[in-house]
T-cell receptor, first 114, second 112 residues
Framework: DAGVIQSPRHEVTEMGQEVTLRCKPI?????LFWYRQTMMRGLELLIY????????DSGMPEDRFSAKMPNASFSTLKIQPSEPRDSAVYFC????????????FGSGTRLTVV | SQQGEEDPQALSIQEGENATMNCSYK?????LQWYRQNSGRGLVHLIL?????REKHSGRLRVTLDTSKKSSSLLITASRAADTASYFC????????????FGTGTRLTIIP
């Protein structure tokens, strides 16, 4: 099993540009989570999906952020337009959809908006 | 606000010594999990303890849970240089769907 795969690993973009982060969860996992990590705010849950359906998006900072999960093996997190304060490491994680299982995290995407 | 708060924020010990990290949380939980994060990498799940358990072991790791005090501790015995990382507790809250809320982390440095 290749684990949770995120791409790209690094992204540098100019303010105002659209950014799309991608995630492939572990096969058989039916919960998917997007987290953002910064020094100031730590790990924040942005959104999570269960069986491809968004369950809780209360952590999405504003309308500039959107996430989709068109099928069980792919999810995207889009920021449009991007701003310097969006600079962070974005993690995708997947799990089985019942309690008692840990999450498997991807290696993250380090986003820098200049 | 963070559900979990780790203590201390940073810890440096000599290789071979034991390292203890603590986590406090605020609301009732189904389980509590500990994760490790090496610099520049994703988090790795270490161990899960359920609310009806008091202690759990996995290799050199020992986790305790005191639900009356809403606290947990992670003990790493006979530390190694490779244990240098940040350690996070995460809680599965009773009224929080299945999502995990992560603490602020303890930065552990093992001095060879």
């Amino acid at each position: 099993d290749a684990g949770v795969i995120q791409s790209p690993r690094h992204e540098v973009t100019e303010m105002g540009q659209e950014v799309t982060l991608r995630c492939k969860p572990i096969s058989g996992h039916n919960s998917l989570f997007w987290y953002r990590q910064t020094m100031m705010r730590g790990l924040e849950l942005l959104i999570y999906f269960n069986n491809n359906v968004p369950i809780d998006d209360s952590g999405m900072p504003e309308d500039r952020f959107s996430a989709k999960m068109p099928n069980a093996s792919f999810s995207t997190l889009k920021i449009q337009p991007s701003e310097p304060r969006d600079s962070a490491v974005y993690f995708c994680a997947s799990s089985f959809n019942f309690r008692g299982y840990g999450y498997t995290f991807g290696s993250g995407t380090r986003l820098t908006v200049v | 606000s963070q559900q979990g708060e780790e203590d201390p924020q940073a810890l440096s010990i000599q290789e071979g010594e034991n390292a203890t990290m603590n986590c406090s949380y605020k609301t009732s939980i189904n389980n509590l999990q500990w994760y490790r994060q090496n610099s520049g990498r994703g988090l790795v799940h270490l161990i899960l303890i359920r609310s009806n358990e008091r202690e759990k072991h996995s290799g050199r790791l020992r986790v305790t849970l005191d639900t009356s005090k809403k606290s947990s501790s992670l003990l790493i015995t006979a530390s190694r240089a490779a244990d240098t990382a940040s350690y996070f507790c995460a809680t599965d809250q009773v009224f929080g769907n299945e999502k995990l809320t992560f603490g602020t982390g303890t930065r552990l440095t093992i001095i060879p």
